[in-house]
């Protein structure tokens, strides 16, 4: 079992940046995928970031440019650093890890597909104000 705890959240005005981490308890398997998804009120979780083991990563396209995931495996840690923020950005964020993905996943297949994670964070709520 692993868990996923993240952190980070916060308020900011509109062209702020967070810096979200996500720490998991457990050492992070060879193969894997991680990555970051949000759930604004009324409206469907999406993708946000996803990287895989092979270090690929996959971006929704409205946080291209300004969002960037990365990890510290030494430290059992996954990031999202997010510049730019808009009031659109606003949503609690999850981080989410699946390992052993059979058949194997690319990252952005994982993007459009959280009910392959089977791992959650409990969620950081991220607020922007105009």
């Known amino acids: 079992q692993v868990q996923l705890v993240e952190s980070g959240g916060g308020s900011v005005q509109a062209g702020g940046s967070l810096r979200l981490s996500c720490a998991a308890s457990?050492?992070?398997?060879?193969?894997?995928?991680m990555g970051w998804f949000r759930q604004a009120p009324g409206k469907e979780r999406e993708g946000v970031a996803v990287?895989?083991?092979?270090?690929?990563?996959a971006y929704a396209d409205f946080v291209k440019g300004r969002f960037t995931i990365s990890q510290d495996n030494a430290k059992k840690t996954l990031y999202l650093q997010m510049n730019s923020l808009t009031p659109e950005d606003t949503a609690m964020y999850y981080c989410?890890?699946?390992?052993?993905?059979?058949?194997?996943?690319?990252?952005?297949?994982?993007?459009?597909?959280?009910?392959?994670?089977?791992?959650w964070g409990q969620g950081t709520q991220v607020t922007v104000s105009s």
């Open positions: 989410a890890a699946v390992f052993w993905v059979i058949p194997v996943m690319t990252a952005s297949q994982a993007l459009t597909s959280p009910t392959i994670f089977p791992y």
């Open positions: 457990a050492y992070i398997r060879s193969q894997y995928l």
């Open positions: 990287v895989g083991s092979d270090r690929t990563t």
